[in-house]
């Protein structure tokens, strides 16, 4: 069997992001799968309007898409990307995050959100696998939400992230080609994508270092203090990026760990199921604004706000 894998960047053209994901590529190609590779900065990518149309439509048990899907290059690029059985994806970070130019692309996934259209009957699960590729100039402590940003916007699409790589301290355009262990590195991220895609699914598992991050389901780096949910689930500690849930506990040696609960996996954003969970949240928020009480309360007050301006910055 042919495997599809894909790398999509945000970096600019020949440097480092686009170096790192094309030796990644290279070890996919090399055993055989079937490769493409965009760079996000050659098309035309709008931003989400906030206009919940999508998922307005999804919590109705029906299919809209995106207001955009005429007007940009997005669902283009989408018919390919959902068709691959597995993505790397690589973006610089120029301020602790991956670029705008990586977020925007992926923050219009929301249409396409596979939880929501399996739930409704418009498509058929497909499991795929996901790689992550970080680049920036300073160390982890600068790019510290870079790998969390992009690994969230994975599960959306049930990219099951694998193995991710933070590039540190390459500034420079194409100065990761003086670190031999970045290319390696490189190399191997596309290595234990195709190992994964020859396991079967049940049996795939993450590939990268076992001690990367906090939390042991998704391996990001990024506790917060939980709240109660909004049907009254309560963790005191949960992962920003896959919403397990548990607590810290320390270890024999004085450490601290997070330990997820038996039931901290219930709502996990990496697992179709756990997702659902979002689907009901919606369906509940969304059925409690629609009504004829709520929306006349709303266009009464909004009175207020409608023609209050103030000045703004005027460029000829």
């Known amino acids: 069997m042919t495997f599809k894998v894909m790398g999509i960047t945000a970096g600019r053209k020949d440097s480092n992001s686009e170096i790192l994901l094309k030796e990644s590529l290279l070890a996919c190609q090399e055993q055989g799968a079937e490769v493409t590779m965009i760079n996000i900065r050659d098309y035309n990518i709008l931003d989400c309007t906030g206009c919940t149309a999508c998922t307005h439509a999804m919590s109705q048990g029906k299919y809209f898409g995106c207001t955009l899907d005429n007007k940009d290059d997005k669902k283009a690029i989408m018919d390919v990307m959902l068709n691959q059985d597995a993505i ?8 602790l995050m991956p670029t705008a130019t990586f977020l925007k692309f992926m923050h219009r996934n929301l249409s396409y959100e596979s939880a929501f259209l399996e739930s409704i009957g418009v498509i058929e699960h497909r499991d795929k ?11 982890r402590s600068w790019q510290s939400m870079a790998l969390e940003c992009m690994q969230a916007t994975c599960f959306t699409n049930d990219f099951k992230v694998v193995d991710m790589f933070l590039a540190t301290r ?3 355009p194409k100065q990761c080609l003086l670190h031999d262990d970045m290319i390696k590195r490189a190399y191997e991220i596309g290595k234990n994508v195709m190992m994964s895609l020859n396991t079967p699914v049940a049996e795939r598992k993450w590939l990268g270092d076992e001690n990367m ?4 389901n998704c391996h990001s780096n990024a ?3 939980g709240e109660v949910q909004w049907d009254g689930l309560h963790f005191p500690i949960e992962c920003q990026v ?5 607590d810290l506990e320390k270890t024999e040696d004085g450490k601290w760990k997070f330990v997820i ?4 996996l219930s709502r996990d954003r990496t697992d179709t199921k756990g997702r659902g969970c979002h689907v009901e949240e919606i369906i509940h928020t969304q059925g409690g604004f629609y009504t004829e009480e709520n929306l006349a ?6 009175v207020k706000y409608k023609d209050l301006n103030f000045s703004t910055i005027k460029i000829d």
Do not use: H, M, Q, R
Request: charged share 10%; glycine share 18%; with cysteine.
């Open 297 to 302: 309360i709303v266009k009464e007050k909004f």
């Open 129 to 139: 696998v996901g790689a992550l590729i970080a680049v920036g100039g300073s160390t």
């Open 88 to 95: 790397i994806l690589s973006a610089p970070t120029y301020d």
């Open 261 to 264: 609960a038996e039931n901290g």
């Open 170 to 172: 390459v500034p420079a």
């Open 213 to 216: 991050g906090w939390c042991p």
């Open 242 to 246: 896959c919403g397990a849930g548990g």
């Open 223 to 225: 506790l917060i203090l």
